[in-house]
């Protein structure tokens, strides 16, 4: 559906009346759109969890809260392109990349890797040393160490929303960014941050925790961040999420945690109050 939108010569932001864009992704984004001129509105049908940045997130014995093949593939398979058989060529390559040392031919992009396109193995000082991979996120901590899990944003710690590269360009989006997640069928909402790239309809495991859903769920005796949210109607129509994102409104990323979700919720309470909270979002996204 698509009512009008306009740019204003004042701003590199859009504004609209309805839904914009309608996007061919059947578990994230339905339609995107501004809403006034400075928050960005888009609903999904479900929101995954991302434990990106978590220091345990990634164990070298692949026991942590994502599975090694959440940021690895093998050469030429990828979700998209082989959609049935890119996990086991994932499991296999990976495995053969350990047994040899050569990671030729996984593409790793979940976590850090050194110029041979070797795994990171976090280092004392680390919160996990010599047990997990150092796992990164689109968005750095200037006051972590370069080199260390300190120097991304941790997944456990600091509640943040995944954006897709082509978002963050077309809206000006930057790293820290205030965002709101509304749950219309809990009727509850957290504030947070963007910090991580990727498909439309993700947040950090401390996301989740903040709005309400445990997102840590048992697999066969290893604790994942696999428990999203997909609520449903009676009928099982989907009642989507709805997320809005304010450009320019931006946080200052830290390794103080405590402090920085602080500032988190007292910017997010300020800005979504001030563009008009829950009853506009609701509308927005009609």
Not at 4 to 15: C, L, P
Not at 134 to 163: F, K
Request: glycine share 10%; hydrophobic share 35%.
């Amino acid at each position: 559906m698509f009512c009008g939108f306009f740019q204003s010569h004042s701003s590199k932001i859009h504004a609209a009346f309805c839904f914009a864009t309608i996007l061919a992704l059947p578990t994230t984004a339905l339609s995107q759109a501004l809403c006034g001129t400075e928050g960005v509105v888009f609903t999904t049908k479900e929101l995954k969890v991302d434990a990106d940045g978590a220091p345990n997130s990634y164990l070298v014995n692949g026991e942590g809260l994502s599975y090694t093949c959440d940021g690895v593939t093998a050469v030429g398979s990828t979700p998209d392109t082989d959609r049935n058989g890119w996990q086991k060529k994932c499991r296999d390559a990976w495995k053969k990349a350990v047994a040899t040392g050569d990671y030729s031919k996984v593409r790793i992009f979940g976590f850090s890797k050194d110029e041979n396109n070797r795994p990171i193995v976090q280092k004392a000082g680390d919160p996990l040393p010599g047990k997990a991979f150092i796992t990164e996120t689109s968005v750095s901590v200037p006051d972590g160490p370069a080199g260390t899990q300190r120097h991304w944003v941790d997944a456990n710690e600091i509640p943040y929303v995944v954006l897709s590269g082509s978002f963050v360009r077309k809206y000006g989006v930057k790293g820290g960014d205030i965002a709101v997640v509304y749950r219309p069928a809990t009727k509850r909402f957290a504030y947070g941050v963007y910090a991580d790239g990727g498909k439309l309809g993700e947040a950090s495991v401390r996301f989740h925790q903040d709005i309400g859903n445990n997102p840590l769920v048992n697999k066969g005796g290893v604790l994942r961040a696999k428990s999203g949210i997909a609520d449903e109607k009676k009928n099982k129509d989907p009642v989507p999420v709805i997320t809005v994102v304010f450009p320019g409104k931006t946080s200052h990323p830290t390794v103080d945690a405590k402090k920085w979700r602080a500032e988190i919720a007292a910017m997010g309470k300020e800005q979504f109050d001030k563009w008009g909270g829950i009853e506009k979002l609701i509308e927005c996204a009609r």
